[in-house]
């Protein structure tokens, strides 16, 4: 198992399953008070917090502690904030369309899980730019 976890994607992989799992919970938490579009958002904001704070003291740790640009953290999480804004827009936009075009089933269970189904794609593809930008900009030991 420890050799799974010595690869950087792997260990972001599981940060955002787990982010995955903040941001689902955020999502129905709050829906259950405000639209699911505004709740989906607010949620993104959770998530994407939680996820910088796990990827830098589990997956990116060791290019912490190795870089010679001691980046703040506050700026850290700005880096991380915008490049999971830009990640956002195809995530939110694959929402969108998912949302706008519930099944036509008369499946009770499907159409009351479906806003939340819908998360999946997008997340899928929002990790992948992420992942870039976090490996290779926001927590690179290179200097900047």
Known sequence: ??????????????????????????????????????????????????????????TFKKAEQNSQNK????????????????????NWGCYLILISHPPTTPNATLILIWPYLAMIPGVAMGMMLNYAFSRFWIFSSTKH
């Open 71 to 90: 980046k703040a953290a506050a700026l850290q999480w700005l880096q991380f904030i915008g490049g999971s804004v830009i990640a956002f827009v195809p």
């Open 1 to 58: 198992m420890n050799a799974i976890f010595k690869h950087t994607f792997v260990r972001f992989a599981f940060v955002g399953g787990m982010g995955f799992l903040v941001d689902l919970s955020s999502m129905l938490l709050l829906s259950m008070w405000i639209a699911p579009l505004l709740a989906r958002a607010m949620a993104f904001w959770i998530a994407a917090s939680s996820n910088w704070w796990w990827n830098r003291v589990i």
